[in-house]
């Protein structure tokens, strides 16, 4: 779902303003002006139409999961998605990361002074198609503005509230020698989809941001699998990252399969062109499951009846050796480390 | 996807690895130049699939690793004065200075931004007139032609508020070093494919004669190297010592004529220290005086800067094939990619990073 502030259905509210002012962050006629505008018509719901300084909610009773994010990506707007969709997908995403059925979102703005009103009721579109979607309610939040220069156009951040069914319990310490590896579809879609259209490269067929909330796959991948053991989007970092810290934080290593790993054309061209492994770059729209084997073709074919797991595969085995390190078995039939990334990925010389 | 898949065709591989297994019926040691062709060998984890006797040593053809410390100094430096925006490849941006790298002068301040190309940074002068922009003109013969081109670029338009930061660095001397030390055990060369697609590889016929050592240029892809490496091995059971071009696709005898025409125009032949080596005589590029006007090093005046490299790195040794990065007592230790001592560790063209990155399961698998 891609929205740009040229593109929408809803028409911007009409105010004396034409960019965000100082004023907006007040507290006065213009802040409250913003809120009735901009944000509680896109978030509407009883819990936040009482706009008091918190969100009282009926607790469901059993255990919660709870995880907060802060979204600062640069472009605002990019191909496949928004800061928006990102800011609720994003948080809906952790909070399923724990088999957890979210629930509420809040959602904190922090935004610099001049920023067009057309883009934040753009991004508030999206972020209201999001959680829509997402089945998601929006209950508190909170609005900042700061001067010109003190944050970059804007910065959103949202907390997720969710409740874990009961039996379920995923943790990245959770891993066992034999378990399955799997990965819900292709890899690196959304950072490439940034890198490439923030340094204004352009590849025969545009890549998109894979942008989605998962926690209906998860929820239909638990459904066949209780006892899966650990579950992660593979965001900052990307897929590496994440296995990495599964064969850490559980003393095992994982193996893995080259020809296993499910790269779209254009987002390995970007990466050979960058000189950048896809398996570091982010993605937020998929999940890497660890399950135990017997179960890895029940949880194939449930993440495949869902169109976010369509591409699902398995990506290797986790084993007792090289406890503590990612390898994969080449194309070629040798092997290499997969090792965590050192800081930001740089492009090299030649 | 297409071009490159061609290339990595694994039962096409298998082929050549088993030929390479038939050919070799002695210990050869062959050292691959290019920092290039160490990644991939490590990337695909090529070494693992030939004759144990059949040793390959990695070469000191890593551009960012042999930029040596006192640049990185000055350019850190320059990067520190308020007029100045300073651009270079992201690569170079992590290369340990003895006190700073570039990132942290950034932290601290510092305007350093990461182009793809140096006329990204001729654009930003254009836009910003009151500013210097500098380019950190790093690399080999692949980087000099748009570098040159830059500077030609500049002069075209004008703009007197770019220079470049030059620490081009050639081949062919650093070649000849490596054979005419008596340490040496180098045998064979796979030459650099992209260094030739420019240069051509007539120049290498000499020092294939001279050496009495075979020489190929080679691509970068799996198949590239395992046909680079069988040619190699074909001449050196043979006894011979020929240049024969395995990247045919890309290289030919005379190279790209038009690269090395505006080379020419823009640099001239000049001493060249490499970081872990040493001066070598003619061994880089320089600023011709016609365009002495682009040249940072003139225009800001920076100190002569003496630094000194961690007493503990052989990283000098590694870019000789003299030794390998799991001899040196730092390796994985006190010196990783995350904390490098020296610059082999920082690139993943260095042979240090290849080696940490992707060989630390060897003992284990």
Not at chain 1, 111 to 117: F, H, T
Not at chain 1, 143 to 172: H, R, Y
Not at chain 2, 182 to 210: D, K, S, W
Not at chain 2, 229 to 241: I, N, P, S, T, W
Request: aromatic content about 6%.
């Amino acid at each position: 779902m891609s929205i740009t502030p040229e593109d929408f259905s809803c028409p911007l509210p009409i105010t004396d303003h034409d960019t965000v002012q100082l004023a907006h962050g007040s507290g006065g006629r213009l802040t409250a002006e913003l809120v009735e505008k901009f944000f509680l018509p896109r978030f509407a719901n009883p819990t936040l139409a009482r706009l008091e300084d918190q969100a009282v909610l009926e607790c469901p009773g059993g255990r919660l999961a709870f995880t907060t994010d802060t979204f600062v990506v640069d472009p605002l707007f990019f191909p496949g998605g928004s800061i928006g969709d990102l800011a609720v997908n994003g948080t809906v995403n952790d909070v399923a990361m724990g088999g957890a059925k979210p629930l509420w979102l809040s959602a904190a703005f922090v935004i610099e002074e001049g920023l067009p009103l057309a883009t934040l009721h753009a991004v508030l579109l999206a972020m209201e198609q999001a959680a829509k979607d997402a089945g998601v309610t929006i209950v508190t939040g909170d609005t900042k503005v700061v001067g010109k220069g003190a944050c970059d156009k804007l910065f959103i951040t949202t907390t997720g509230l969710g409740v874990v069914p009961e039996g379920v319990n995923l943790s990245a310490a959770n891993l066992r020698p034999g378990d399955a590896v799997l990965l819900s579809g292709t890899i690196g879609d959304h950072g490439m989809a940034i890198l490439t259209s923030r340094e204004g490269l352009s590849f025969a067929s545009r890549i998109e941001s894979d942008t989605a909330a998962l926690h209906e796959l998860v929820a239909a991948m638990l459904a066949v699998c209780p006892e899966m053991r650990a579950l992660r989007d593979p965001t900052r970092g990307g897929v590496a990252t994440t296995l990495n810290e599964f064969a850490k934080s559980s003393g095992v290593g994982i193996m893995l399969r080259e020809e296993a790993i499910p790269v779209r054309p254009a987002v390995r061209a970007a990466g050979e062109v960058l000189g950048i492994d896809p398996l570091y770059v982010a993605n937020e729209g998929k999940l890497i499951a660890v399950v135990p084997a017997e179960k890895t073709e029940a949880v194939l074919a449930a993440m495949r009846a869902h169109p976010l797991g369509a591409h699902g595969v398995c990506l290797g085995e986790v084993t007792a050796a090289n406890a503590g390190l990612v390898a994969m078995r080449t194309a070629l039939g040798t092997h290499r480390i997969i090792d965590m990334p050192v800081g930001e990925q740089l492009p090299r010389i030649c | 996807m297409k071009y490159s898949d061609e290339y990595r065709d694994p039962a096409l591989a298998r082929r050549l690895v088993e030929e390479i297994h038939r050919t070799a019926t002695r210990p050869w040691t062959v050292m691959e130049i290019c920092g290039g062709h160490t990644h991939a060998i490590m990337r695909y984890g090529l070494d693992q699939l030939l004759p144990p006797g059949l040793e390959l040593v990695h070469g000191p053809g890593c551009p960012v690793c042999v930029t040596p410390v006192e640049l990185i100094d000055k350019a850190v430096a320059i990067a520190g004065r308020p007029e100045v925006i300073f651009t270079s490849f992201g690569d170079m941006l992590r290369v340990p200075g003895s006190r700073q790298d570039l990132q942290m002068a950034r932290s601290q301040g510092a305007d350093v931004r990461m182009v793809y190309s140096p006329l990204e940074a001729v654009a930003l002068a254009r836009q910003h007139p009151e500013r210097e922009v500098v380019f950190f003109a790093v690399g080999f013969e692949t980087t000099a032609p748009a570098n040159a081109m830059a500077v030609v670029q500049a002069k075209r338009e004008g703009l007197t508020n770019f220079s470049e930061l030059v620490s081009q660095v050639l081949v062919p001397p650093a070649m000849r070093v490596l054979l005419a030390s008596p340490e040496n055990r180098v045998q064979g060369y796979l030459a650099a494919g992209h260094v030739c697609t420019v240069m051509g590889f007539a120049e290498y016929e000499a020092i294939a004669a001279e050496f009495r050592v075979p020489i190929v240029p080679v691509g970068f892809e799996p198949l590239d190297i395992l046909e680079g490496l069988l040619l190699l091995v074909r001449q050196l059971e043979a006894g011979e010592h020929r240049v024969e071009n395995q990247y045919r696709r890309s290289v030919t005898r005379e190279g790209n004529l038009a690269a090395q025409q505006a080379m020419a125009e823009v640099f001239r032949v000049a001493d060249r220290k490499w970081r872990g080596i040493g001066m070598l005589p003619q061994s880089g590029l320089a600023l011709r005086e016609a365009y002495a006007a682009f040249d940072a090093e003139r225009k800001f005046a920076v100190q002569e800067i003496e630094a000194a490299e961690a007493a503990q790195c052989i990283s000098g040794l590694i870019l000789q094939g003299r030794k390998k990065p799991h001899e040196c007592s730092a390796f994985g230790r006190e010196c990783t990619p995350s904390h490098p001592l020296g610059a082999t560790m920082v690139s993943s063209e260095g042979a240090c990073a290849a080696y940490h990155k992707y060989q630390r399961l060897r003992a284990t698998v």
